[in-house]
């Protein structure tokens, strides 16, 4: 069986000092989570990663971004050996303030993830649609699209040990959580796409997870089913008191 995950997303918030509090407050309640069934991982800010990775036991560190270039001529990016050299493994890619705001496309985020396979580091890959494609009924056809454009040149093997964040754009922040009957239908929907693509073993090692307005009093719902293999989670992953919450309850 799979371990759920939990990882939360810290966005543009969080300074140093703020990132070292909340990683002692995890240690302070004594969160052992190799113990547990439980994968958990944080997405800091560039500047907080190394703390999060020091201070923060076996948590898994992922950046929120990474350039798909090595080095160069790209101001204001982050490559992935920089990110590789403090130790860091793993980056989400494509999260949907990434497309709204940076114009990122299923194109870009190819290219990051071909980029991080060569590199052999993990990726959450988000997908999800808007509210207007939503309304006008489109989400598969929207998933399916990011999924095998985002996907395409990838080997297998490194598809199989994908984690894909289902995460529609009109319940991210927005405390307008998609109802677990949706959440379940669309990452099982995932899996469905890439195993026609690449086949049931391919597709039986994806995780899955849902992102939207995640919090304590409804996280257990997504993830007591089936085909929702943990969470990505904003808002609230950035109090420690809601995130050691969030663990207890999917113990629970
Ligand atoms: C996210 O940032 O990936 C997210 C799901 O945010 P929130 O939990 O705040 O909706």
Same mark, same amino acid.
């Given at each position: 069986?799979?371990?759920?995950?939990?990882?939360?997303?810290?966005?543009?918030?969080?300074?140093?000092?703020?990132?070292?509090? @909340?990683?002692?407050?995890?240690?302070?309640?004594?969160?052992?989570?190799?113990?547990?069934?439980?994968?958990?991982?944080?997405?800091?800010?560039?500047?907080?990663?190394?703390?999060?990775?020091?201070?923060?036991? $076996?948590?898994?560190t992922y950046?929120?971004?990474?350039?798909?270039?090595?080095?160069?001529?790209?101001?204001?990016? +982050?490559?992935?050996?920089?990110?590789?050299?403090?130790?860091?493994?793993?980056?989400?890619?494509?999260?949907?303030?990434?497309?709204?705001? @940076? =114009?990122?496309?299923?194109?870009?985020?190819?290219? =990051?993830?071909?980029?991080?396979?060569?590199?052999?580091?993990?990726?959450?890959?988000?997908?999800?649609?808007?509210?207007?494609?939503?309304?006008?009924?489109?989400?598969?056809?929207?998933?399916?699209?990011?999924?095998?454009?985002?996907?395409e040149g990838?080997?297998?093997?490194?598809?199989?040990?994908?984690?894909?964040?289902?995460?529609?754009?009109?319940?991210?922040?927005?405390?307008?959580?998609?109802?677990?009957?949706?959440?379940?239908?669309?990452? =099982?929907?995932? +899996?469905?796409?890439?195993?026609? =693509?690449?086949?049931?073993?391919?597709? $039986?090692?994806?995780?899955?997870?849902?992102?939207?307005?995640?919090?304590?009093?409804?996280?257990?719902?997504?993830?007591?089913?089936?085909?929702?293999?943990?969470?990505?989670?904003?808002?609230?992953?950035?109090?420690p008191e809601? @995130?050691?919450?969030?663990?207890?309850?999917?113990?629970?």
């Open positions: 069986m799979k371990r759920k995950i939990l990882v939360g997303n810290w966005k543009m918030n969080k300074t140093m000092k703020e990132a070292i509090e @909340f990683a002692n407050a995890l240690k302070d309640k004594s969160i052992e989570v190799e113990k547990e069934n439980i994968i958990l991982g944080i997405a800091p800010s560039y500047l907080c990663l190394p703390i999060v990775q020091k201070l923060g036991g $076996s948590l898994i950046a929120q971004n990474v350039h798909y270039e090595e080095s160069g001529a790209f101001t204001g990016e +982050v490559s992935i050996p920089m990110l590789e050299e403090i130790g860091v493994s793993a980056s989400l890619i494509g999260h949907s303030e990434r497309r709204t705001y @940076f =114009k990122e496309t299923n194109e870009t985020c190819n290219l =990051k993830l071909k980029a991080l396979e060569k590199h052999d580091m993990n990726a959450i890959y988000c997908v999800g649609e808007t509210l207007k494609e939503y309304e006008e009924d489109k989400t598969k056809s929207v998933i399916k699209k990011q999924v095998l454009k985002g996907l990838l080997s297998e093997e490194y598809i199989s040990e994908l984690t894909i964040a289902y995460e529609p754009v009109w319940s991210i922040g927005t405390g307008k959580n998609a109802s677990k009957e949706i959440a379940s239908d669309i990452c =099982k929907y995932i +899996v469905d796409v890439i195993a026609d =693509k690449y086949g049931d073993e391919v597709a $039986s090692g994806v995780y899955v997870l849902y992102g939207g307005s995640v919090k304590p009093n409804n996280i257990k719902e997504y993830l007591d089913d089936e085909h929702i293999d943990g969470a990505l989670v904003g808002g609230a992953s950035l109090k809601s @995130f050691i919450e969030m663990i207890e309850n999917i113990r629970g």
